[in-house]
């Protein structure tokens, strides 16, 4: 049975840094691409960061590639988002996602509150 349970979020001020963990379980997590998926309040799911199965394979969103890293250690199946200088905007429910090349499997999210 896939896992993957999210942890590190709250609240936050702006300005502020904040990392996210996702930790997986039940999948070959060496061979499984992980991304990072946010649902900000009123819109819908989007992608923020991936990071592959390659080393060095890892995107971060456009919009947020300046204050936003993904990384992963395969030793501990786990991926993390930092996120830094956050914004108002950063806001929401944050989604680990891994992917096998067959199915997507998600975890229960983590909300991010940035607030002064």
């Known amino acids: 049975q896939v896992q993957l349970v999210e942890s590190g979020g709250g609240l936050v001020q702006p300005g502020g840094s904040l990392t996210l963990s996702c930790l997986a379980s039940?999948?070959?997590?060496?061979?499984?691409?992980m991304y990072w998926h946010r649902q900000a309040p009123g819109k819908e799911r989007a992608q923020v960061a991936r990071?592959?199965?390659?080393?060095?394979?890892?995107n971060v969103a456009e919009a947020v590639k300046d204050r936003f890293t993904v990384s992963r250690d395969n030793g501990k199946n786990m991926v993390y988002l930092h996120l830094s200088r956050v914004e108002l905007d950063d806001s929401g429910v944050y989604y680990c996602?891994?992917?096998?090349?067959?199915?997507?499997?998600w975890g229960q999210g983590t909300q991010v509150t940035v607030s002064a």
């Open positions: 990071a592959g199965t390659v080393p060095g394979g890892t």
């Open positions: 039940g999948l070959s997590f060496g061979n499984v691409v």
């Open positions: 996602a891994a992917f096998n090349g067959v199915t997507t499997y």
